[in-house]
Protein backbone atom coordinates (compact mmCIF):
# COMPACT_ATOMS: atom_id res chain seq x y z
CA UNK A 1 0.00 0.00 0.00
CA UNK A 2 1.12 3.29 -0.88
CA UNK A 3 1.10 5.93 1.91
CA UNK A 4 0.31 9.34 1.31
CA UNK A 5 3.31 11.98 1.60
CA UNK A 6 2.52 14.52 4.00
CA UNK A 7 1.92 17.92 2.53
CA UNK A 8 5.06 20.47 2.38
CA UNK A 9 4.44 23.67 4.69
CA UNK A 10 2.76 26.37 2.89
CA UNK A 11 5.10 28.77 4.84
CA UNK A 12 8.67 28.52 5.34
CA UNK A 13 8.43 29.04 9.08
CA UNK A 14 6.32 25.71 9.48
CA UNK A 15 9.20 23.80 7.73
CA UNK A 16 12.03 22.01 9.28
CA UNK A 17 15.07 23.80 7.74
CA UNK A 18 18.83 23.34 7.20
CA UNK A 19 21.51 25.45 5.93
CA UNK A 20 20.76 24.10 2.22
CA UNK A 21 16.91 25.04 2.41
CA UNK A 22 17.38 28.47 4.04
CA UNK A 23 20.22 29.25 0.80
CA UNK A 24 17.61 28.33 -1.61
CA UNK A 25 14.83 30.44 0.14
CA UNK A 26 16.85 33.00 0.32
CA UNK A 27 18.91 32.70 -2.74
CA UNK A 28 16.50 34.67 -5.24
CA UNK A 29 15.52 37.28 -2.65
CA UNK A 30 19.43 38.04 -2.48
CA UNK A 31 19.91 38.29 -5.87
CA UNK A 32 16.76 40.44 -6.40
CA UNK A 33 18.12 43.06 -3.77
CA UNK A 34 21.54 42.90 -5.65
CA UNK A 35 19.81 43.73 -9.05
CA UNK A 36 17.81 46.72 -7.48
CA UNK A 37 18.94 47.75 -4.23
CA UNK A 38 15.65 49.89 -3.87
CA UNK A 39 13.33 46.58 -3.42
CA UNK A 40 15.66 45.67 -0.31
CA UNK A 41 13.74 49.07 0.98
CA UNK A 42 10.69 47.56 2.79
CA UNK A 43 8.12 49.81 4.38
CA UNK A 44 6.65 48.77 7.80
CA UNK A 45 3.51 50.20 9.06
CA UNK A 46 1.52 49.37 12.26
CA UNK A 47 -1.63 51.86 12.99
CA UNK A 48 -3.38 52.33 16.74
CA UNK A 49 -7.19 53.25 16.93
CA UNK A 50 -7.75 55.13 19.94
CA UNK A 51 -10.97 54.48 21.78
CA UNK A 52 -12.97 57.47 23.16
CA UNK A 53 -13.44 57.69 26.65
CA UNK A 54 -11.04 55.12 27.19
CA UNK A 55 -7.26 55.20 27.96
CA UNK A 56 -6.87 52.69 25.16
CA UNK A 57 -4.98 51.73 21.83
CA UNK A 58 -5.97 48.97 19.62
CA UNK A 59 -3.59 47.88 16.71
CA UNK A 60 -5.57 45.37 14.59
CA UNK A 61 -2.97 42.18 13.43
CA UNK A 62 -4.39 39.56 10.82
CA UNK A 63 -3.47 37.31 13.80
CA UNK A 64 -6.24 39.57 16.00
CA UNK A 65 -6.58 43.08 17.70
CA UNK A 66 -3.79 43.83 20.50
CA UNK A 67 -5.28 46.18 23.20
CA UNK A 68 -2.63 48.25 24.53
CA UNK A 69 -3.12 50.43 27.59
CA UNK A 70 -1.72 51.70 30.82
CA UNK A 71 0.94 49.69 32.57
CA UNK A 72 -0.07 48.94 36.40
CA UNK A 73 2.34 51.38 37.57
CA UNK A 74 0.90 54.09 36.06
CA UNK A 75 -2.41 53.40 37.16
CA UNK A 76 -3.47 50.81 34.96
CA UNK A 77 -4.72 47.33 36.01
CA UNK A 78 -2.69 44.89 34.61
CA UNK A 79 -5.16 42.89 31.83
CA UNK A 80 -3.96 45.26 28.83
CA UNK A 81 -1.06 44.57 26.82
CA UNK A 82 1.98 46.81 27.95
CA UNK A 83 3.65 49.03 25.41
CA UNK A 84 6.95 48.76 27.05
CA UNK A 85 6.37 45.12 27.23
CA UNK A 86 5.65 44.62 23.68
CA UNK A 87 8.73 46.17 22.64
CA UNK A 88 10.85 43.79 24.76
CA UNK A 89 8.43 41.06 22.95
CA UNK A 90 8.99 42.78 19.60
CA UNK A 91 12.92 42.16 20.79
CA UNK A 92 12.94 38.97 21.03
CA UNK A 93 10.49 37.72 18.50
CA UNK A 94 13.07 39.03 16.32
CA UNK A 95 16.15 37.80 18.28
CA UNK A 96 14.68 34.47 18.12
CA UNK A 97 14.01 34.31 14.52
CA UNK A 98 17.47 35.59 13.74
CA UNK A 99 18.82 33.33 16.07
CA UNK A 100 17.19 30.52 14.61
CA UNK A 101 18.18 31.31 11.06
CA UNK A 102 21.81 32.19 12.07
CA UNK A 103 21.99 28.43 13.74
CA UNK A 104 20.72 27.13 10.41
CA UNK A 105 23.11 29.12 8.40
CA UNK A 106 25.88 27.97 10.47
CA UNK A 107 24.48 24.33 11.02
CA UNK A 108 24.29 24.64 14.61
CA UNK A 109 22.03 22.46 15.68
CA UNK A 110 19.56 23.54 18.89
CA UNK A 111 17.00 21.87 20.82
CA UNK A 112 15.45 24.30 22.51
CA UNK A 113 16.34 27.34 24.63
CA UNK A 114 14.94 30.64 25.95
CA UNK A 115 14.74 34.57 25.30
CA UNK A 116 14.54 36.69 27.72
CA UNK A 117 14.36 40.62 27.13
CA UNK A 118 14.58 42.35 30.75
CA UNK A 119 14.40 46.60 31.35
CA UNK A 120 13.81 49.11 33.49
CA UNK A 121 11.67 52.16 33.51
CA UNK A 122 11.14 55.20 35.78
CA UNK A 123 7.48 55.49 36.57
CA UNK A 124 8.08 59.14 38.16
CA UNK A 125 9.58 60.29 34.21
CA UNK A 126 6.08 59.23 32.58
CA UNK A 127 3.91 60.57 36.03
CA UNK A 128 5.76 63.83 35.58
CA UNK A 129 6.75 63.59 39.11
CA UNK A 130 10.12 64.29 38.61
CA UNK A 131 11.68 66.41 35.44
CA UNK A 132 14.99 64.97 36.00
CA UNK A 133 13.63 61.28 36.13
CA UNK A 134 14.34 59.65 32.11
CA UNK A 135 11.10 58.84 30.27
CA UNK A 136 11.62 55.58 29.11
CA UNK A 137 13.77 52.20 29.21
CA UNK A 138 16.91 53.22 30.29
CA UNK A 139 18.38 49.60 31.40
CA UNK A 140 17.86 46.63 28.84
CA UNK A 141 19.30 43.21 29.06
CA UNK A 142 19.05 40.35 26.61
CA UNK A 143 19.74 36.92 27.78
CA UNK A 144 20.35 33.75 25.44
CA UNK A 145 19.70 30.25 27.22
CA UNK A 146 20.10 27.68 24.46
CA UNK A 147 19.89 24.27 24.84
CA UNK A 148 22.65 22.75 21.98
CA UNK A 149 25.96 20.47 22.32
CA UNK A 150 27.63 24.00 20.91
CA UNK A 151 31.22 25.09 21.84
CA UNK A 152 31.46 28.66 23.42
CA UNK A 153 33.62 29.56 20.25
CA UNK A 154 30.53 28.68 18.21
CA UNK A 155 28.03 29.95 20.39
CA UNK A 156 29.57 33.27 20.89
CA UNK A 157 29.83 33.31 17.21
CA UNK A 158 26.47 32.51 17.06
CA UNK A 159 24.91 35.66 19.05
CA UNK A 160 27.48 38.14 17.78
CA UNK A 161 25.86 37.68 14.06
CA UNK A 162 22.29 37.21 15.77
CA UNK A 163 23.36 40.70 17.06
CA UNK A 164 24.50 41.90 13.98
CA UNK A 165 21.37 41.00 11.97
CA UNK A 166 18.22 41.31 13.95
CA UNK A 167 16.72 44.33 13.54
CA UNK A 168 15.41 45.46 16.46
CA UNK A 169 18.22 44.70 18.31
CA UNK A 170 20.12 47.39 16.07
CA UNK A 171 17.11 50.00 15.77
CA UNK A 172 17.25 50.30 19.81
CA UNK A 173 21.00 50.73 19.42
CA UNK A 174 21.14 53.14 16.59
CA UNK A 175 17.79 54.63 16.51
CA UNK A 176 16.08 56.24 14.01
CA UNK A 177 15.13 59.94 13.20
CA UNK A 178 11.69 59.69 14.27
CA UNK A 179 9.23 62.54 12.52
CA UNK A 180 6.09 63.25 14.33
CA UNK A 181 3.33 64.55 12.65
CA UNK A 182 -0.76 65.86 13.02
CA UNK A 183 -2.44 65.12 10.12
Not at 5 to 16: F, I, L, N, T, Y
Request: glycine share 8%.
Amino acid sequence: MIQPQPESPARPEDAMMNAADLRALQAPLKQSYRDNPAAARIPARAVGRIEPGRIVCHIDKPHGTITAGLHAAVGGDGTLACSGDMLLEALIACAGVTLSAVATAMGVSLTGGTITAEATWDARGTLAIDRAAPVGITDLTLRFDLDTTADAATLERLIATTERYCVILQTLRNPPVVTTVLA
